[in-house]
């Protein structure tokens, strides 16, 4: 794996990310533990985790994996979402930072991470507190850097503007879902990140699962993967309509005519486009942790990009495609 500028900071970072929302839950100790070593011997050096996954479990998990190795590694983790049954325990307040850090360093095994990442906006808490604690936390040498996920564009602008006007610590990264069947971002907020610099990690960029080509229209979801298991298939399915399956079909061609399977076909469309730093990988096991990592180390046939890029293509409405045709 080749290494990458992290945005406009000091650090590089592998060209994939290893995220880690299945330790714990599909993947036991064991497995996760042996994913983690697979990636950094495949030469990867950066892991995301969150306060969250598994209720705590993952970071816990991830921080054993890395024993030894703390150093060598970009280490992100995420405080925002419920951790508790108190009206306290969730959003970006000031307490719920200070504690949900505190916390996180305590199951990572660690004393301090890479990059504190904001989960998602939280409407109910001013910007300027959260940004203040943050900015803390980076001056407490708790933290090294600061990243958001799951912003609009103009909540991630006015962030960086609110940083700038205090003398703040600015988030130097974007964690936003994008794939070949997710494209939103490119309306306003990959402009936004090219624009200042910022890092971009996008989530989910096999789209749960859906870009491998396991699943066939018109057929029950598979039992024992994400889309198949009960739990998920609310927050699964409503990536399922039209334009997707029309996007699965061109990647599956793309991938015979490329002799890679669909998922290195949708994570290396995904790592190669402008502005993107590193996708996060998910997997379950080492067998799908290998594939996806043969996702790096070659080159899509310019015509096969294109034709994936023309066959997930979508409307960007107003005011972008006024903008776009303006000079045209
Ligand atoms: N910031 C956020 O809000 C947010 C949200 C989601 C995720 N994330 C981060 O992003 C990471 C990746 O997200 P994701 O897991 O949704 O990514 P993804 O790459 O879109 O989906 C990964 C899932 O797809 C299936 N899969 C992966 N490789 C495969 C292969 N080669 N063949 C067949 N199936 C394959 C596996 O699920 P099954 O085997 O169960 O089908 C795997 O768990 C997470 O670990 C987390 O760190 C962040």
């Given at each position: 794996?080749?290494?990458?500028?992290?945005?406009?900071?000091?650090?590089?970072v592998?060209?994939?990310?290893?995220?880690?929302?299945?330790?714990?839950?599909?993947?036991?100790?064991a497995?996760?533990?042996?994913m983690?070593?697979?990636?950094?011997?495949?030469?990867?050096?950066?892991?995301?985790?969150?306060?969250?996954?598994?209720?705590?479990?993952?970071?816990?998990?991830?921080?054993?994996?890395?024993?030894?190795?703390?150093?060598?590694?970009?280490?992100?983790?995420?405080?925002?979402?419920?951790?508790?049954?108190?009206?306290?325990?969730?959003?970006?307040?000031?307490?719920?930072?200070?504690?949900?850090?505190?916390?996180?360093?305590?199951?990572?095994?660690?004393?301090?991470?890479?990059?504190?990442?904001?989960?998602?906006?939280?409407?109910?808490?001013?910007?300027?507190?959260s940004?203040?604690?943050?900015?803390?936390?980076?001056?407490?040498?708790?933290?090294?850097?600061?990243?958001?996920?799951?912003?609009?564009?103009?909540?991630?602008?006015?962030?960086?503007?609110?940083?700038?006007?205090?003398?703040?610590?600015?988030?130097?990264?974007?964690q936003?879902?994008?794939?070949?069947?997710?494209?939103?971002?490119?309306?306003?907020?990959?402009?936004?990140?090219?624009?200042a610099?910022?890092?971009?990690?996008?989530?989910?960029?096999?789209?749960?699962?859906?870009?491998?080509?396991?699943?066939?229209?018109?057929?029950?979801?598979?039992?024992?993967?994400?889309?198949?298991?009960?739990e998920?298939?609310?927050?699964?399915?409503?990536?399922?309509?039209?334009?997707?399956?029309?996007?699965?079909?061109?990647?599956?061609?793309?991938?015979?005519?490329?002799?890679?399977?669909?998922?290195?076909v949708?994570?290396?469309?995904?790592?190669?486009?402008?502005?993107?730093?590193?996708?996060?990988?998910?997997?379950?096991?080492?067998?799908?942790l290998?594939?996806?990592?043969?996702?790096?180390?070659?080159e899509?046939?310019?015509?096969?990009g294109?034709?994936l890029?023309?066959?997930?293509?979508?409307?960007?409405?107003?005011?972008?495609?006024?903008?776009?045709?303006?000079d045209?």
């Amino acid at each position: 794996m080749e290494l990458r500028p992290f945005g406009r900071t000091g650090i590089k970072v592998s060209e994939l990310c290893l995220g880690t929302m299945t330790f714990g839950n599909e993947a036991d100790e064991a497995t996760s533990k042996a994913m983690v070593d697979r990636f950094l011997d495949a030469g990867g050096n950066f892991v995301d985790t969150a306060d969250v996954y598994s209720a705590g479990i993952s970071e816990e998990i991830t921080g054993r994996a890395l024993k030894g190795r703390r150093d060598d590694v970009i280490l992100a983790t995420k405080v925002r979402f419920r951790m508790g049954p108190g009206p306290n325990d969730i959003g970006l307040s000031r307490k719920h930072i200070q504690l949900g850090i505190e916390a996180s360093l305590r199951r990572l095994g660690t004393d301090y991470v890479d990059l504190y990442q904001v989960h998602c906006w939280d409407p109910r808490t001013p910007l300027e507190e959260s940004l203040a604690t943050l900015n803390d936390l980076v001056r407490e040498g708790k933290v090294r850097y600061i990243g958001c996920s799951n912003f609009a564009a103009w909540q991630l602008a006015k962030a960086l503007g609110i940083s700038a006007l205090k003398d703040w610590e600015p988030f130097v990264s974007l964690q936003p879902e994008y794939s070949l069947i997710t494209r939103d971002i490119e309306r306003e907020l990959l402009p936004l990140c090219i624009d200042a610099g910022l890092a971009v990690l996008p989530w989910s960029p096999l789209a749960g699962g859906i870009l491998s080509g396991k699943y066939q229209k018109d057929a029950p979801l598979e039992r024992g993967t994400r889309g198949g298991d009960t739990e998920n298939e609310i927050t699964f399915t409503y990536r399922l309509d039209d334009r997707a399956w029309k996007v699965v079909e061109a990647v599956v061609d793309v991938a015979q005519k490329a002799g890679k399977t669909p998922a290195q076909v949708a994570l290396n469309w995904v790592l190669t486009r402008p502005g993107i730093t590193s996708p996060i990988i998910g997997a379950r096991n080492l067998e799908q942790l290998d594939a996806n990592i043969g996702a790096t180390g070659w080159e899509l046939d310019p015509e096969l990009g294109k034709s994936l890029t023309w066959a997930s293509a979508f409307r960007k409405g107003y005011p972008y495609e006024f903008i776009e045709y303006a000079d045209a």
